[in-house]
């Protein structure tokens, strides 16, 4: 009997294939007509074995199916986009040295030794300050901060090359704001590109897929200093440097822009819940992940409620917030006034409480503002769910103010609320059939607070009204 055996990667590559007897006459002659096999085997697909090993340095084990289908795209813009970057980055490293005096007589090491310092302490404070303000809005708004990254650096890049042209002062101030630009696109580039391999990353192979992203950076900026090499040294005029920084900027964020653009976000944010749920609300349809990111804004106003079938701007959210004693004062007219109790009580069966903060005065031309508070149990379903009822209270106010009806803003809650409940199961199912993962949370950008309440005998917001 004649027995195959079949050796495969992870990816489900023919590798090797084996043949022998059963039994073999003897182990020599056995291990002698496998080895005349496999060479026969590798001398036929020599070209295949160098490009498969060149794919297992650069590329992660099992690709293409160990990373999502938008993985290579974003690949190729990402690499083009490190390339122009490089070149343009060592245009700007010449303008920094000539800031700090390189090729001044009147210059000195020491002046350009403290330069060097207050720029570093001031991009490490900077660091410190946006990884405090901005660490929870990177993963959820991942696409947005990864192209806003690029924009801070060459931003800086340009404050960089114009620090030679300006006077001693404000050559500093220059040089200082371009370093806390950069720490802004380090904090922005590195929490965004962690979502980023968190998304790719099909098999939990996060930390090899990291690996291998430094590794295909670090071979596209050798080849952007070699051109970079040749650029500097060939271009050496004030109007040619300009002219070719400005073409280097723009391939580069154009490229970033297409990256950005290419991948497909399975998580479901506010903007792409405003975009999923309108739809669906409109025309009983429930878009794909990849029909979504080819409509989705890379920028997005922060907490908007926006109608994506009609385009229309409904308000704005805020999901997480903080319970305020002020916003509870808020005037509101007579009309639709709700008591707190009665808040309590339509929420009391759900892990949010939402809110319309009122306008103040009747005749307010300002848009519709609502909280979210979520309570301690709350989950990524529950914020789901509570910012579909808020596009829903929205829509409400907004169709009852065309119709001139003063629709009372309890019943309005208990309405809404009752709605959202009786369609929310049937929405999930469709969503999980599309493709969305709704259970993974990305709707909190700041430190989400939790809100309980406690009934007390004499409790001052007893008749309190929203």
């Not at 026969?40 to 099992?62: C, M, Q, T």
């Not at 897929?209 to 051109?227: P, R, W, Y």
Request: aromatic share 8%.
């Amino acid at each position: 009997m004649i027995y195959k055996i079949i050796e495969k990667d992870e990816a489900g590559n023919l590798i090797h294939c084996y043949r022998s007897d059963n039994p073999p006459p003897n182990e020599k002659s056995a291990r002698r007509a496998g080895t005349s096999k496999l060479s026969a085997r590798n001398d036929a697909s020599r070209s295949s074995n160098k490009i498969r090993a060149l794919a297992e340095v650069f590329l992660p084990s099992g690709y293409p199916a160990s990373v999502t289908p938008d993985y290579m795209n974003y690949q190729i813009y990402d690499s083009l986009q490190a390339f122009s970057s490089s070149i343009a980055g060592l245009l700007s490293s010449r303008a920094v040295l000539e800031g700090f005096g390189v090729g001044d007589q009147n210059a000195s090491a020491t002046h350009a030794m403290l330069l060097t310092i207050v720029q570093d302490a001031t991009s490490r404070l900077a660091t410190i300050v946006f990884a405090w303000r901005l660490g929870t809005a990177l993963e959820p708004e991942a696409k947005m901060y990864r192209f806003a990254a690029d924009i801070f650096n060459d931003t800086a890049i340009l404050l960089d090359c114009l620090s030679p042209a300006l006077p001693s002062n404000l050559r500093i101030a220059a040089l200082c704001l371009s370093g806390s630009l950069r720490a802004l696109c380090g904090v922005s580039a590195g929490g965004a590109k962690a979502a980023l391999s968190v998304h790719f990353a099909k098999a939990g192979n996060v930390g090899e897929l990291n690996a291998k992203d430094h590794s295909q950076e670090t071979v596209i900026g050798l080849f952007g200093m070699m051109c970079g090499s040749f650029v500097i040294s060939h271009i050496t005029s004030r109007s040619a440097t300009w002219t070719a920084l400005l073409v280097l900027l723009a391939v580069h964020l154009t490229t970033n822009y297409l990256a950005v653009r290419s991948v497909v976000m399975t998580t479901l944010n506010r903007q792409r819940t405003n975009i999923v749920y309108t739809t669906y609300r409109e025309r009983r349809m429930t878009l794909k992940p990849s029909q979504v990111a080819r409509i989705e804004r890379i920028f997005e106003y922060n907490g908007a409620i926006r109608n994506a079938h009609s385009g229309a701007f409904l308000g704005k959210c805020k999901i997480g917030s903080s319970f305020r004693m002020e916003a509870l004062a808020s005037p509101s007219p007579p009309s639709k006034e709700v008591a707190f109790g009665d808040l309590l009580t339509i929420f009391a069966d759900e892990q949010y409480i939402l809110w319309h903060k009122p306008p103040r005065s009747f005749n307010s031309p300002e848009k519709v503002v609502l909280y979210i508070w979520c309570k301690e149990e709350a989950t990524p379903l529950t914020h789901l769910m509570a910012w579909i009822h808020t596009i829903e209270f929205a829509e409400r106010l907004r169709s009852s103010e065309k119709r001139s009806h003063d629709e009372p803003l309890a019943e309005m809650y208990r309405s809404t609320l009752n709605h959202v409940q009786s369609i929310f199961p049937v929405f999930l199912k469709e969503l999980e059939s599309a493709g969305w993962t709704p259970n993974v949370g990305a709707f909190l950008t700041n430190s989400a607070r939790t809100v309980s309440f406690e009934e007390t005998e004499h409790s001052p917001m007893k008749d309190k009204t929203l």
